[in-house]
């Protein structure tokens, strides 16, 4: 992959292979591209050279939903433009996987429900976002992107990926 802002090249000639169930860490010093790349995997992106496929297929032709229904993306900072409440944050983690004018349903709720409980924050579902801690804000994004990759109808075949930058940064040692 190949990418740069303007006549700024940021990620150069990067090429990588995770395998199913593969964890890989990137590292490096501030504004050395480590987001950018997140940003070109995930297909938010698009690269100047290169391309970056998902089970050998061009993530470019793939559609948006299908992507989001298998990866999600746990990003530096989240900033939220209207007042939700914990639940609901998690709740839109389950969008893509909503018809057009679908509303949630009891397995939506049980899967946010469980993402909430696996990051500790299910006593904080009635909370407002807005009035969390950096970190519990931190740990209820995250329960977002697990009910976001969790899905009941995808195969073992057909992995998750959970695309986390500086995940911990706001965390408690604890967590």
């Known amino acids: 992959l190949t990418f740069g802002y303007g006549e700024t090249p940021v990620v150069r000639g990067v090429s990588l292979e995770v395998p199913s169930n593969g964890f890989v860490g990137i590292i490096g010093p501030n504004g050395s591209g480590k987001t950018t790349l997140l940003r070109l995997l995930a297909g938010t992106r698009k690269p100047q050279q290169g391309g970056v496929r998902l089970d050998g297929v061009p993530l470019a032709t793939l559609a948006r939903g299908e992507i989001a229904r298998r990866m999600a993306v746990v990003p530096q900072e989240t900033q939220l433009a209207f007042e939700y409440s914990v639940l609901e944050v998690v709740l839109m983690g389950r969008y893509p996987h909503l018809g057009a004018f679908e509303i949630e349903g009891p397995r939506d709720f ?63 040692l604890k967590y």
């Open 110 to 172: 049980e899967l946010a429900r469980a993402a909430l409980n696996a990051t500790g924050t299910l006593p904080l579902e009635g909370r407002m976002f807005s009035t969390l801690s950096g970190g519990e804000k931190q740990r209820v994004i995250i329960a977002a992107a697990l009910a976001q990759i969790s899905a009941s109808e995808r195969t073992s075949e057909q992995p998750a990926i959970l695309l986390l930058d500086e995940p911990t940064a706001a965390l408690d």
